[in-house]
């Protein structure tokens, strides 16, 4: 609930994050890196994907900001203190969403293989299909789906952790994949 409340105050058209920005119950927040460079890949979209489609992640940005797609850096580190440009934040998620798992639209000049570090240290690579969809194996934190408030429990702040997109480049090879999709 504190979550809900702080989000709730940080809206408005304010230095916080942009116009109209309000926010209750979930949250998500993901970092998505270049294993090679360790920094944000910045022609990365990611989605939050549902039973019902796709919604797309805000990219997080130094100052303040009018684009829908992005959330100022300001009012992401109110709700991840360690927030970085680069990373991703979707506000308003829904209590009776259905999540099936993480979509990465590859970066020109990446592969398609994804390695999703948890905050856990659980670690698992696999390659992303060219388009969402809801086949859970494919996409990242599929474990984790199912609908909102029966999978994350009491509204919060859904960290997912961290996206490696490997580099389309021959001195940087990516790990071999180890869940493979259907």
């Not at 989000?7 to 970092?31: D, E, S």
Request: proline share 9%; with cysteine; aromatic share 8%.
């Amino acid at each position: 609930m504190a979550l809900a409340m702080l989000l709730h105050g940080c809206g408005g058209n304010g230095a916080g994050g942009g116009a109209g920005i309000t926010a209750t119950g979930y949250a998500a927040y993901v970092r998505v890196i270049d294993p090679a460079t360790k920094q944000p890949i910045p022609t990365a979209e990611v989605y939050f994907v549902t039973d019902t489609g796709r919604l797309p992640m805000r990219r997080v940005v130094a100052g303040q900001t009018t684009d829908p797609n992005e959330i100022s850096l300001r009012f992401a580190q109110a709700i991840v203190s360690d927030a970085k440009e680069g990373d991703f934040v979707l506000l308003n998620i829904g209590e009776n969403v259905v999540f099936r798992g993480l979509w990465v639209r590859r970066p020109a000049g990446y592969t398609a293989v994804v390695r999703h570090i948890t905050p856990e240290n659980t670690r698992r690579v696999f390659q992303t299909p060219s388009s969402p969809n809801t086949l859970a194996a494919c996409l990242a934190a599929s474990n984790r789906a199912g609908i909102v408030r029966v999978v994350f429990g009491e509204p919060k702040l859904i960290d997912f952790g961290v996206l490696e997109i490997f580099p389309n480049n021959p001195q940087v090879p990516p790990p071999p994949v180890d869940d493979v999709c259907p």
